[in-house]
């Protein structure tokens, strides 16, 4: 069984920084894109950012360059930094993925991981 576990949310104040972690496991052949994707509360998910097995990057406009995506291939894993957090950041982060594994092609989502950014 496929699972992704997020870790690295919490408080932290406003233009402060969190690094958020996903790792995959289980029965996994391949990896395509990984990605982050947030909900604050009565809002819909949004994208926050998303890579490719080659390490290509795409950012919603919204990051303006606060934010980095990057994954370790070899621990099937997948980061986002996050600096100069705004309170408008506040939000459950989930990560995602698209994963090859003994069930075939799938998409797997991660449980979520609070990020509060508050004085």
């Known amino acids: 069984q496929v699972q992704l576990v997020e870790s690295g949310g919490g408080l932290v104040q406003p233009g402060g920084s969190l690094r958020l972690s996903c790792a995959a496991s289980?029965?996994?052949?391949?990896?395509?894109?990984m990605g982050w994707v947030r909900q604050a509360p009565g809002k819909q998910r949004e994208l926050v950012a998303r890579?490719?097995?080659?390490?290509?990057?795409t950012y919603a406009d919204y990051v303006n360059g606060r934010f980095t995506i990057s994954r370790d291939n070899a621990k099937n894993t997948v980061y986002l930094q996050m600096n100069s957090l705004k309170p408008e950041d506040t939000a459950v982060y989930y990560c995602?993925?698209?994963?090859?594994?003994?069930?075939?092609?799938?998409?797997?989502w991660g449980q979520g991981t609070q990020v509060t950014v508050s004085s």
């Open positions: 890579i490719t097995s080659g390490g290509m990057t």
């Open positions: 995602n993925a698209q994963i090859q594994s003994d069930y075939g092609l799938r998409g797997y």
């Open positions: 289980g029965s996994i052949f391949s990896i395509y894109v």
